[in-house]
């Protein structure tokens, strides 16, 4: 096994687990959700990326439209919020989740 996506972190600990278990050669682990496992895990360099869908950006990108609409702008009916792409390198650039 060369790579290993999970669409949620907290999924990745079991792979984790199960790979550390079979005492397999750890895989490059990519997750989505940017919980505190997730993060944990990057820390521990068990899992190489979690995809975050960070609350900090969702809550400040909302606003931010509200504020348009308040300010009578016209804003798209859909708006992309970009995910971040947490590594070792990065971590220590967002705030820890507590969830």
Known sequence: IDGVFCHWDNGATGAIQA????NMKMPYIVA???C???FDQVKAGTQAVSLM???ETMATG????CKQ?????????INYIKWDT???DNIDTF???EW
């Open 19 to 22: 790979i550390q278990t079979a």
């Open 32 to 34: 989505v959700d940017g």
């Open 36 to 38: 505190k496992g997730g």
């Open 53 to 55: 869908q960070n609350f």
């Open 62 to 65: 909302s606003m931010d439209l």
């Open 69 to 77: 609409v308040l300010e009578g702008k016209t804003v798209e009916k």
């Open 86 to 88: 947490v590594t070792k």
């Open 95 to 97: 705030t820890y989740p």
